[in-house]
C-alpha cells in the first residue's frame, strides 16, 4: 500500500495530535516538520524521526510531499494552505479556516482548480455521541429539529493569553472564545441542523480579561431557513473547562450531547445513547475537553488523498460554519 509523504507545519500544542495520528496511521509516513522556533521544530523532528526545518517554503523545495498539516496561528492557515495547494499538495488544516470569510472561500476554490484535496479539522463531528444525533436527525427517527441550544463554560485566564504570542489578538486569532473554543460546539449544531442560517442576532465582549481585547463571552439566537431557533451561550471565564451541553427538541424527542456522551429520548419511551469509546485517542495526557477524535479525521483524509472515499470535511463543507462564525462576529459588533 502507497504510503502519503507527510509534514506538519506548526510544532505547538495541538500538533502532537496530529504527530500521533500519524505515526499510529498505516497510511502516511511523517517525513518533515517545521515550527518557526528551531526548537521546537528540531524536538518534534527528534522524537517522531523526521527532517526538521523553520521555513515551510524550504521543506516544500526540499520534501517530495503528498500532503501536510497545518497546526499554525489563525491568521496564516489559509496563505500556507495556498502555498501547499499551488505546488500540488494536499492540506489538512486546523480549524478555523481562517480569520476572513473571503480568504477561506478563495482557499476553496485554489484547491479545486489545483485539483488537490483541502481538509478542515473538526474533529468533534467524529465523536459517538455526534454521530448517533446526526444519524438519528438524518433518518428522520427524531422528525424535524425545533429547536437547539449550547453552551460551554472554559476556563483562558490571562496566564493563558501571557503564554502565546498570538492566541487573544484581533489581527492573529481573529477572536476569543467564539472562534477557538466554542466554534465546535457551533460546528455541530451547524452540521447537525444542515440547513442555510437566516440570521444572527448575537451580542459578546470581554467582560473578565485584563490583557487582551477580543471577546471572552459571547451569547446569540441563530435563525435558520427551515425555521429552527439555535441559541448559544460561551465563556472563558469559567473556573474550570465543564463539559460542553448541546440540547436539541425536536417533533419527536429531545437530545442532550456533549463530547462524550448522548442521550435521546422518544416521545414513545424509546431510548437511545452513545459513549466515548476505547478508540478514543489522547495523546500525551493532551486534554479531553478537545475530543480525541483527531486520529479518526486525520485518517478519513488519508482514504480520500489515496482515492479509497470522498473528504468528508472538505474546505467548502467547513465554509459553511466559517460563514456563520464570520457572521457571528459581524453581528457581535466587537471587531
Ligand atoms: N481541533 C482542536 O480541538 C484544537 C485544539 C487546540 C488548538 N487548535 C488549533 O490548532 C492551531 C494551533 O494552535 P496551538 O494551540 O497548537 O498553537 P501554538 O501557538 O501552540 O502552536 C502554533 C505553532 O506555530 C508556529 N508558527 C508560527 N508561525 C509559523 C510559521 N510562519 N511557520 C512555521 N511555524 C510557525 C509557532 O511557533 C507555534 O509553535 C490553531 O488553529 C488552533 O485553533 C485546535
Redesign the pocket.
Known sequence: MKKLKVAV???????V?HFGAIIASEAAELVAC????AD?ANAAAEKYGARAY???REMFEREDLDAVHI????Y??TA?AEYAFERGVNALC???MDIDYEKAERAVRTAEEKGVLYGV????RYNNSAKLVKSAVESGRLGKIISARSTLTWSRPDEYYKE????GTWDKEGGGVVI?QAI?SIDLVNWIVGDEVASVSCSMANRGHGIVKVEDSAEGLITYKNGVRYGFYCMNNYGCDEPIEIRLLCEKGKVVFGYDDAYIEYNDGMKEEAHQDGEAVGYEGQKDY??FQ?ARQIEQFYKACLGEEELEISGKEALKTHALIMEIYKQGGMK
Request: net charge neutral.
Open positions: 507545519i506548526g510544532c505547538g500544542r495541538i500538533s495530535m517545521c515550527d518557526i522556533k521546537r523553520t521555513d515551510y497546526c499554525l496561528p489563525h496564516l492557515h500556507v486546523e480549524k478555523p479539522i473538526f474533529q468533534c502565546s504570542d498570538w492566541k477557538d465546535h478537545w475530543g483527531h
